[in-house]
């Protein structure tokens, strides 16, 4: 495994995380506070190839492989504090595009991928149902084939990017008395009669990622929109989590370095009792843990992401990757608090808002507790 | 690696890993696995890493599904188109 950085990688990350840092943390606080989301901060992200970065030339993308692009996403994270926008932007890569690239025709490539690169079209992925969320293929969606369309029939909630998506990969079933094998994917385009929005909803964190739920009322599909096979959502929908569990998490690997590098600051400035607070070894030990956190946490995104540039599976590596980088980016949040003391509990130091953003990383994606059911299957257990 | 050792080896690892204490014999070439539920979504994706770590093999995300893994004959075809 070659974890050395090229002059070229290395550039276009400093110059992501100089461009975050310059252009994207501006009024957060104010956008965090409203539950606004940053469409200028979306588009100046598109312009500068972040949404694109693991696709093809072809379709407008970079080309980049999976190492450099979780790199880079880790600069963007490292530099924009905005992580409800770097939330949504993985969102609409690994849960729309990338399953678009891997299981899309010629046609759907040619359609969705220059739109969604280009961060013209926003997307969306529709999974999550009131009562499958961990259970995902119990789905009730149904989708029934009339003619060349199909009519969706359901509701799902937690639909990330929901409100502002223009296309959603939508997941139903064709037919139930099949169980997982019937559960299929659709491009369900904003615009497509019988799909409306329910409530925004509300967030503890990331709240400048918008979320809502999605319903469909005999919403009207055309065949030519369906992602894949009949009954290949099960492995669509796994592919696209192998994605996401690798390399969601990358930018809060940077965000962990931006947490570590304002602590030791703070630790370094603030005096109590007369020295530093970085003096005391209580102080000093929860630095020390948060930078073996972010270590740990780094080898092992670079490991997932180096393995699917060699094109192998990585359900094991991904798993172990999405558990530790969110439990370790909560553990980095809350040390970062602790040792803000009371500043870092209000608002105006920004630290309490990385910790709210932190804590829904052990849920989305799957839990924590599913990751462990996965990392413990596939050891053979 | 000729097709019918593949057919073995998968086999094996199958009756191992998703069929403990199962009749060898009531598992034949072409027992169905995924559409009657003997490899769930988990199952699927232990199935995938074994047959790239064992055959040396990328499957890709769209091909694991009931037209190439739901028998060993099918797994074998796969297998054996790689190789």
């Known amino acids: 495994m070659d974890l050395q950085w090229s002059d070229e990688q290395t550039h276009l990350r400093d110059e992501i995380a100089k461009f975050a840092r310059d252009e994207l943390n501006h009024g957060l606080i104010e956008r965090d506070r409203a539950g606004e989301f940053n469409r200028d901060g979306w588009l100046k992200c598109a312009r500068m190839g972040v949404h694109g970065l693991p696709v093809p030339t072809e379709f407008g993308g970079l080309g980049m492989d999976a190492l450099t692009t979780v790199g880079v996403l880790e600069s963007l994270g490292y530099g924009c504090q905005d992580n409800g926008l770097v939330f949504s932007i993985n969102a609409h890569m690994w849960t729309l595009e990338m399953p678009v690239l891997g299981f899309g025709t010629p046609e759907q490539k040619k359609k969705f991928l220059p739109k969604l690169v280009s961060g013209e079209m926003i997307g969306a992925n529709a999974m999550s149902e009131p009562n499958s969320g961990s259970d995902a293929y119990a789905m009730a969606t149904t989708a029934k084939k009339r003619g060349d369309v199909y009519l969706l029939n359901g509701s799902k909630v937690f639909c990330s990017n929901g409100p502002i998506a223009d296309v959603y990969l939508a997941f139903a079933n064709v037919d139930p008395s099949l169980g997982p094998n019937g559960v299929t994917g659709f491009l369900v385009e904003r615009n497509s009669p019988g799909l409306s929005l329910g409530k925004h909803t509300e967030k503890m964190g990331l709240r400048t990622s918008p979320m809502s739920e999605v319903f469909f009322e005999d919403c009207e599909v055309p065949e030519a929109n369906r992602l894949g096979r009949e009954g290949a959502g099960k492995m669509l929908f796994a592919d696209s989590m192998s994605w996401e569990r690798g390399c969601i998490l990358a930018s809060a690997v940077g965000t962990m370095r931006r947490l570590l590098e304002k602590s030791i600051a703070y630790a370094k400035e603030r005096e109590q009792f007369g020295q530093p607070i970085g003096k005391f070894q209580m102080v000093q030990a929860k630095i020390v843990d948060m930078k073996m956190r972010l270590d740990a946490a780094r080898a092992l995104l670079y490991r997932a992401a180096w393995q699917k540039s060699q094109r192998k599976s990585v359900y094991l590596e991904a798993a172990m990757a999405k558990m530790v980088i969110s439990e370790s980016w909560i553990e980095c949040a809350r040390h970062a608090m602790q040792i803000h003391g009371g500043y870092g509990y209000t608002v105006e130091y920004e630290i309490e808002r990385e910790l709210r953003d932190a804590l829904g990383s052990t849920l989305y994606s799957g839990t924590s507790e599913i990751q462990r059911t996965i990392i413990a299957s596939l050891m053979g257990l | ?83």
């Open chain 2, 1 to 83: 690696m000729e097709r019918q050792a593949i057919v073995d080896k998968v086999k094996n690892y199958v009756l191992a890993q998703f069929l403990p204490g199962e009749d060898p014999n009531e598992l034949t070439p072409d027992t169905p696995l995924m559409t009657t539920g003997i490899l769930d979504s988990l199952a699927t994706l232990k199935l995938v890493t074994f047959l790239e770590q064992e055959f040396n093999i990328t499957v890709e995300a769209h091909e694991a599904d009931a037209e190439n893994l739901n028998t060993l004959d099918q797994i074998a075809d796969l297998v054996s188109g790689k190789l």
